[in-house]
């Protein structure tokens, strides 16, 4: 399957954005899909995961409450709406998928990127103070 992240840009503290995550080329409700971001000079970290049906989703601590990650099958699209943006925030947004059950159930699985085996290109998010 490939990935298109889209939807980032620059809003001011406190702001919302929606991120999209569209796959094409493969059987779209088989993978399990994640968010990661990277900020400069950091190790690329989980955000959020969301199972194939859409029904279990988990987040990492500083997004629960703010964000909120689902998806559209029939759109073969992903979704990461992020509101409350803080400047810690920015960074570059990359969305992953994997078909195996245990990136999702699996707390180490689905924060590694190793997990993964396809990935966006990313979109950048800046979040202005």
């Known amino acids: 399957v490939q990935l298109q992240a889209s939807g980032g840009g620059l809003v001011q503290a406190g702001g919302s954005l929606r991120l999209s995550c569209a796959g094409s080329?493969?059987?779209?409700?088989?993978?399990?899909i994640s968010w990661f971001r990277q900020a400069p000079g950091k190790e690329r970290e989980f955000v959020a995961t969301?199972?194939?049906?859409?029904?279990?989703?988990f987040y990492t601590n500083s997004a629960k409450g703010r964000f909120t990650i689902s998806r559209d099958n029939a759109k073969n699209t992903v979704y990461l709406q992020m509101n409350s943006l803080k400047p810690e925030d920015t960074a570059v947004y990359y969305c992953?998928?994997?078909?195996?059950?245990?990136?999702?159930?699996?707390?180490?699985?689905?924060?590694?990127?190793?997990?993964?085996?396809?990935w966006g290109q990313g979109t950048q998010v800046t979040v202005s103070s």
């Open positions: 080329g493969g059987t779209f409700n088989r993978y399990t």
């Open positions: 992953a998928a994997d078909t195996s059950t245990n990136t999702l159930l699996s707390s180490r699985g689905r924060s590694t990127p190793g997990s993964y085996d396809y």
């Open positions: 969301i199972s194939r049906s859409g029904g279990t989703t």
